[in-house]
């Protein structure tokens, strides 16, 4: 369905989108941080070497404040320290908030770099990680070399990062449901005049109407007007095609007619031959004929015949011609339209109810099934017609379906009355089965594709 798949495109183009957002956004928000919490240690570590410094008795002084309280709160994950890296200092220093020491990696493990720096992370006092900055510095002129260290609270940079980072998709998921919801609403208003194309050919093939008509946009309007060009091109090959089939039946019937009376009228064999003959070329134009049009009219969104209406004039019909006999009708409640021409139609069930009513012994049944709701073809019905006569043996149904191929020579008739219904269901894409009645007799099922 164009409609689905539009919009699941777009669905899934808008996640892929937005996971893409999220993804850049978050990681450049933790660079930024990361970035900016080294430039807080860092700093701070400039105003630690700058607050501390050494006595001439290599005792370790100084009192740094760096501007935070949280460098005095206990275990607050903010720490300073001072420790003597030489032998000739002694008294280390620590900020108030580190209640023990921490340790630090070997130098192999983690080395300086050419700033005699180097950071890594270590378990703080609470439990909590934090991110160590560490530089040696040289104090005084003895070669007396000091321990710097500024540590910072990396469980709650990242406790931040993650909060952000929560926030950022549910935001984000929120604008992408608008944003589905939006092109979704969107995408379906787009494709509603497709959807007046579909019902306005819905209306074409039940034949409540004959082109598309009604306001379309600018896009439609060329699809619009084709359709109705290939519309009105149909109806006019069907028109010629009729017109033609008509001309071709009345230029031969009349020289027909004169070649039969002439046969009739000649006494002898030879007339008795020119008689015959006529009349058989008359029934095979007429089966050709009939054949011809049909298959100009299959398809054709331009005709379209009320089933049920024809069932029972058909019926009606038959009933004045054999009084004698009982015709049953059934039809459904619900109207079916045949999608072909009412001619036709008459000719496979008027064929099918003269052979019934011809071999019956009392009593036909005239039977229309349209599809019940929940079958999943529903464009498709059937017609049957029974009998109580004779009917057909199983192996010979075959042959009664073949082009002037009589099975009892005692009833009068060419034997093309099956074979013209057969040619004509085929043309119309439908079947014709032969089976035994439960009264007894034929049963003929035609299925025909309804509009």
Same mark, same amino acid.
């Given at each position: 369905?164009? !409609? ?6 777009? !669905? ?15 990681? *450049?928000?933790? $660079? ?56 000739? *200092? ?7 908030? *580190? ?33 160590v900055l560490e530089a040696e510095i ?60 579909? *019902? ?36 006019? &090959?069907?028109?010629r095609s009729r017109k033609q089939v ?27 031959? &020119? ?6 070329? +008359?029934? $095979? ?30 019926? +009606? ?8 006999? +009982? ?68 192996? $010979?149904?075959? $042959? ?19 074979? &013209?219904?057969?040619?004509l269901v085929e043309e119309y894409g ?5 089976? +035994? ?15």
């Amino acid at each position: 369905m164009l !409609t689905f798949r539009v919009v699941a495109f777009s !669905t899934i183009w808008a996640v892929i989108a937005l996971v893409v957002i999220a993804t850049v956004i978050s990681t *450049l928000f933790r $660079q930024v941080s990361n970035r900016g919490f080294e430039e807080v240690l860092s700093a701070h570590l400039f105003n630690l070497i700058a607050s501390v410094s050494a006595s001439d008795a290599g005792r370790l002084e100084g009192s740094p404040n760096l501007g935070d309280l949280r460098f005095s709160e206990p275990e607050s994950g903010w720490y300073w320290a001072v420790e003597p890296a030489s032998d000739s *200092l002694h008294n280390p220093l620590r900020s108030a908030s *580190l209640t023990r020491t921490i340790s630090s990696p070997s130098t192999a493990a983690v080395p300086f770099n050419r700033e005699y720096q180097r950071t890594y992370l270590a378990r703080g006092p609470g439990g909590e990680t934090i991110q160590v900055l560490e530089a040696e510095i040289v104090l005084g002129e003895d070669e007396r070399i000091a321990r710097f260290r500024v540590m910072g609270n990396h469980s709650e940079l990242e406790d931040e990062i993650a909060n952000f980072t929560r926030r950022l998709f549910t935001y984000l998921a929120l604008f992408g449901l608008g944003t589905v919801a939006i092109n979704a609403f969107a995408i379906l208003l787009a494709l509603r005049p497709l959807r007046s194309i579909r *019902l306005a050919l819905a209306d074409i093939r039940a034949g409540t109407a004959e082109r598309l008509s009604g306001p379309f946009p600018g896009e439609i309007v060329p699809l619009a007007e084709e359709t109705n060009a290939l519309i009105e091109s149909n109806r006019r &090959i069907i028109e010629r095609s009729r017109k033609q089939v008509g001309n071709l039946a009345h230029s031969l019937k009349t020289p027909l007619a004169v070649l039969m009376n002439e046969g009739r009228a000649m006494e002898g064999q030879r007339g008795a031959l &020119i008689s015959a003959q006529a009349s058989a070329m +008359r029934q $095979q134009i007429d089966y050709y004929l009939q054949r011809a049009r049909a298959a100009a009219q299959r398809n054709s969104l331009a005709l379209r015949s009320p089933v049920n209406e024809t069932l029972e004039r058909m019926a +009606r019909v038959a009933g004045k011609l054999n009084p004698e006999k +009982r015709l049953e009708l059934r039809l459904p409640p619900e109207n079916v339209v045949f999608a072909g021409e009412r001619e036709d139609l008459e000719e496979m069930t008027g064929n099918l109810l003269e052979n019934a009513m011809k071999w019956a012994e009392s009593r036909v049944a005239l039977i229309l099934e349209a599809p019940p709701e929940d079958t999943v073809d529903r464009r498709s019905f059937a017609i049957l017609i029974e009998d109580d006569g004779p009917g057909i043996p199983e192996d $010979q149904a075959r $042959q009664a379906l073949q082009r002037g191929r009589r099975l009892d020579e005692s009833k009068p008739g060419s034997g093309l009355g099956l074979a &013209i219904v057969a040619d004509l269901v085929e043309e119309y894409g439908g079947t014709l089965k032969l089976d +035994r009645s439960a009264l007894g007799g034929l049963k003929v099922e035609v299925k025909l594709v309804s509009a």
